[in-house]
């Protein structure tokens, strides 16, 4: 079976001052459509980096990222802006919502941005998300798991084939940390996603089908 996701010898530096600090050396990485994976590894590790690679966020100093068939990392920027807007689903560390946005006005932006003219989809997938009583809350009113909560209806907003999850548990109590996996797990399961999400906690990401480690610059299976 071909991979929806490949990350074939990708190495990427960056400058500390002037010294280089080589993060990813000759990674690959293969993931199925559909696959559930975890990624820990140290702080530092490249985690982060990897995530922003696989969004096409960043791209790498070599080697290919692949997309369901499509190098990434041949297309311009626009392209890969496409692709992400309507196929990727990203959920960072440090949430991504617009400060002066209400819940129901970031989760529209992205639908506006993936193209979508659905109307009542917002407020739909909040309400799912358990956030009715939310919708014209700004970011800064809510509390930590809600906003993770509305960052993932943005990143679910458009029907994503891929979501990518980056420490989105990280500055949760656990309870918190395990409605927000939950969310994902019930995506995952129905929505025939493929998810990658990195973690510290080693039992968050146990519940994955798959395990990975980033270690020294490199992806292997737990
Ligand atoms: N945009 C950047 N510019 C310079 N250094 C960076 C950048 N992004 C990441 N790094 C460095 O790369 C290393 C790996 O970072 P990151 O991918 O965020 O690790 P992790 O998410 O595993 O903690 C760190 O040393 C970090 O300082
Ligand atoms: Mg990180």
């Given at each position: 079976m071909?991979?929806?996701?490949?990350?074939?010898?990708?190495?990427?530096?960056?400058?500390?001052?002037?010294?280089?600090?080589?993060?990813?050396?000759?990674?690959?990485?293969?993931?199925?459509?559909?696959?559930?994976?975890?990624?820990?590894?140290?702080?530092?590790?490249?985690?982060?980096?990897l995530?922003?690679?696989?969004?096409?966020?960043?791209?790498?100093?070599?080697?290919r990222?692949v997309?369901?068939?499509?190098?990434?990392?041949d297309?311009?920027?626009?392209?890969?802006?496409?692709?992400?807007?309507r196929?990727?689903?990203?959920?960072?560390?440090?949430?991504?919502l617009?400060?002066f946005l209400?819940?129901?006005?970031?989760?529209e932006?992205?639908?506006?941005?993936?193209?979508?003219?659905?109307?009542?989809?917002?407020?739909?997938?909040?309400?799912?998300?358990g956030?009715?009583?939310?919708?014209?809350?700004?970011?800064?009113?809510?509390?930590?798991?809600?906003?993770?909560?509305?960052s993932?209806?943005?990143?679910?907003?458009?029907h994503?084939?891929?979501?990518?999850?980056?420490?989105v548990?990280?500055?949760?109590d656990?309870?918190?940390?395990?409605r927000?996996?939950?969310?994902?797990?019930?995506?995952?399961?129905?929505?025939?996603?493929?998810?990658?999400?990195?973690?510290h906690?080693?039992?968050?990401?146990?519940?994955?089908?798959?395990r990975?480690?980033?270690?020294?610059?490199?992806?292997?299976?737990?």
């Amino acid at each position: 079976m071909t991979a929806f996701i490949r990350v074939e010898d990708v190495s990427k530096a960056f400058l500390e001052g002037s010294l280089e600090r080589r993060v990813l050396r000759g990674a690959d990485l293969e993931i199925r459509r559909g696959e559930m994976t975890s990624l820990v590894g140290a702080s530092g590790s490249g985690k982060s980096t990897l995530i922003s690679l696989l969004a096409g966020l960043m791209l790498p100093d070599s080697g290919r990222v692949v997309f369901d068939g499509d190098a990434i990392t041949d297309m311009d920027d626009v392209s890969r802006a496409e692709l992400r807007a309507r196929r990727v689903g990203i959920v960072l560390q440090s949430g991504n919502l617009i400060p002066f946005l209400t819940a129901t006005q970031n989760v529209e932006l992205a639908l506006e941005l993936g193209g979508q003219r659905d109307g009542a989809r917002a407020v739909e997938l909040l309400t799912e998300l358990g956030l009715g009583d939310r919708l014209d809350h700004l970011p800064r009113r809510m509390s930590g798991g809600e906003s993770q909560r509305v960052s993932m209806a943005v990143a679910l907003a458009n029907h994503p084939d891929l979501l990518l999850a980056d420490e989105v548990t990280g500055q949760l109590d656990s309870a918190s940390a395990e409605r927000v996996l939950d969310i994902i797990f019930d995506a995952w399961r129905r929505r025939g996603l493929t998810v990658l999400f990195v973690t510290h906690n080693p039992e968050l990401a146990a519940r994955a089908e798959r395990r990975l480690v980033l270690d020294r610059g490199e992806v292997r299976d737990l």
